[in-house]
T-cell receptor, first 112, second 109 residues
């Protein structure tokens, strides 16, 4: 069972470059989330989606954009990467707003 | 003030010991409570939900104290495989799922 799959798993970017992280889930979940995890900061919500075609800002949205064109996919874009965006990014999905969140394996991004 | 606060540890305990973690939350309207486990360089995974009446799953017991606004996780008879970071997760509102910074546990042989 695939669950939540993130690609890529690792990436090194130069400052100013752009990239897109892909999250795919095969559980027919309505809710999808993008988090970043930094040492001592815990998981912080970047953007989330409550269904196909909808997105909303989380706690730390600046510098990121998202799209949910298909229910199973949630894309996170960095238009102009900055060293402060060096982090581990996790995608998650859930069937309800209060239910268990299932996470992808994470993407380790380094911006130099 | 952070929405969710946890002691980061580390907690180093011998095999067989009992260890407890607490997590405090600031929003009294919080609706759902969870403990997640995260292994080194891995994704978080649900360990257990926390119910108002408290709940137990084998060696793990979770409790909620709404009056004092904290949840707890008790691990009995610690195993080496319990070594991980334990994340407290609080949910309130439409889409507000707040994660604590995690408490690191190392079980020593």
């Amino acid at each position: 069972n695939a669950g939540v799959t993130q690609t890529p798993k690792f990436r090194v970017l130069k400052t100013g470059q752009s990239m897109t992280l892909l999250c795919a889930q095969d559980m027919n979940h309505e809710y999808m989330y993008w988090y970043r995890q930094d040492p001592g900061m815990g998981l912080r919500l970047i953007h989330y989606s409550v269904g196909e075609g909808t997105t909303a800002k989380g706690e730390v949205p600046d510098g990121y954009n998202v799209s949910r064109l298909k229910k199973q996919n949630f894309l996170l874009g960095l238009e102009s990467a900055a060293p402060s965006q060096t982090s581990v990014y996790f995608c998650a999905s859930s069937s309800s707003a209060t239910g268990e969140a299932f996470f992808g394996q994470g993407t380790r991004l380094t911006v130099v | 003030r952070k929405e969710v606060e946890q002691d980061p540890g580390p907690f180093n305990v011998p095999e067989g010991a009992t260890v407890a973690f607490n997590c405090t939350y600031s929003n009294s309207a919080s609706q759902s409570f969870f403990w997640y486990r995260q292994d080194c360089r891995k994704e978080p995974k649900l360990l257990m939900s926390v119910y108002s009446s408290g709940n137990e799953d084998g060696r793990f017991t979770a409790q909620l104290n709404r009056a004092s606004q904290y949840i707890s996780l008790l691990i009995r008879d610690s195993k080496l495989s319990d070594s991980a970071t334990y994340l407290c997760v609080i949910h309130f509102g439409a889409n507000n799922l707040f994660f604590g910074t995690g408490t690191r546990l190392t079980v020593i042989p």
